[in-house]
């Protein structure tokens, strides 16, 4: 059933009487009922939606007041928790309101709804959207460790610093350790970022080298920077550095390998350059290759393709010293200038 042109143009109108009539001779008055609410709550007809909410099925209201919740419609949603039951699919309308950042209408709804249904699901969307204001009302009534304090995740995979900032101290610190922030380094979350290096993140060395890792084989060299930083304080893990050099190196990330290069040792090195060269990754390889042992390389590579491009790299870097040297023996000695004769 489709709501008719006519009803349409009192709905905008906000003719009750006439609506109400329409509404009241129809087959399935019930469903033309919801319909009209429906587009009434979009058209914000409060005189409307409220003549015709007793018209309605309880599972009808059920939507209907989700619906004005999430619209931000406060009076409504007001007349509606009476008539209908504000826990019902899940506390529908609470996940509405937290979603669209209806702050007051959350406040409105939380004492008669159930903020823990279907894993703490009005927390998480309002972290999800960056409600920073929304969230922090639900925080006393949720549970943020639920589902892997996936709240957390969702948060700082959006960037949203301040539910980032309100979420940490009441979150897993192991979830956020393990999954979250290399999760957020992964992505190139600067900001927040920064803000889990300022927090105390169990096992902070181990912890940060996993996310340097991550941000280092998806190109995140900003991240790749402040995690170097912060590692460098704490004093660098075995081993640190060369996964994240040789994934960078085979995927062309350029600038992150010749930061790690004069850092992380040869053996990194000549690891990192197999990489580049196996990957075809010119640039990259060229900044890796004063680093590296050339016969080992050469010895872990057995295309003639990956053979000829080392080749090549060997020759630009033989012409290169060549043009310094001779840059050298033609450079005039200081002073000297004033001595050439004037013709």
């Known amino acids: 059933m489709t709501v008719s042109r006519d009803l349409i143009g009192d709905i905008e109108t906000a003719d009750v009487v006439a609506i109400t009539k ?9 469903r033309l009922a919801w319909e009209v609410v429906h587009d009434a709550i ?10 015709l909410v007793p018209m ?22 007001r007349k509606l928790v009476p008539l209908t039951e504000p826990r019902a699919k899940d506390s529908m309308a609470l996940v509405c309101a937290a979603r669209a950042g209806r702050k007051d209408v959350v406040e409105l709804l939380l004492p008669v709804s159930d903020a823990l249904a279907d894993h703490s699901a009005a927390l998480y969307e309002a972290s999800a959207c960056g409600h920073a204001d929304v969230v922090k ?33 009441v979150s897993s610190s192991i979830i956020c350790a393990t ?10 979350a600067t900001e927040v970022v920064k803000l889990m290096l300022k927090a105390k993140l169990p096992d902070a060395a181990h912890t940060y080298a996993a996310a340097f890792d991550l941000a ?16 460098d304080q704490l004093g660098r893990p075995r081993r640190f550095g060369e996964k994240a050099i040789y994934d960078a190196a085979s995927k062309g990330y350029r600038e992150i390998a010749e930061l790690l290069a004069p850092t992380v040792g040869q053996r990194a090195c000549n690891a990192a350059l197999v990489g580049a060269v196996g990957h075809a990754q010119r640039e990259t390889a060229r900044v890796l290759f004063h680093h590296a042992n050339l016969d080992e390389v050469r010895a872990r590579l057995f295309s003639p393709e990956h053979h000829a491009l080392l080749d090549e790299l060997a020759a630009e870097a ?15 000695p200081i002073g000297s200038r004033s001595n050439i004769p004037r013709l």
């Open 42 to 51: 979009n058209a914000k007809r409060e005189a409307v939606i409220e003549a």
């Open 137 to 169: 009302l639900l925080i006393p009534h949720s549970d943020p460790y639920d589902k892997d304090s996936r709240a957390l995740a969702q948060a700082a995979h959006g960037g949203h610093l301040r539910v980032v900032k309100l979420l940490l101290p």
């Open 179 to 188: 999954q979250i922030f290399p999760a957020a380094a992964g992505h190139g």
């Open 216 to 231: 280092a084989s998806k190109g995140q060299f900003e991240v790749v920077e402040l995690i170097l930083g912060a590692i």
């Open 318 to 332: 033989t012409a290169q010293q060549d043009r310094e040297a001779l840059n050298k023996q033609t450079q005039l």
């Open 56 to 77: 309605l099925s309880s599972k009808d209201r059920v939507f209907a007041l989700a619906l004005a919740a999430e619209e931000g419609l406060l009076n409504v949603v």
């Open 22 to 30: 329409i509404v009241c001779e129809s087959a399935d008055s019930a």
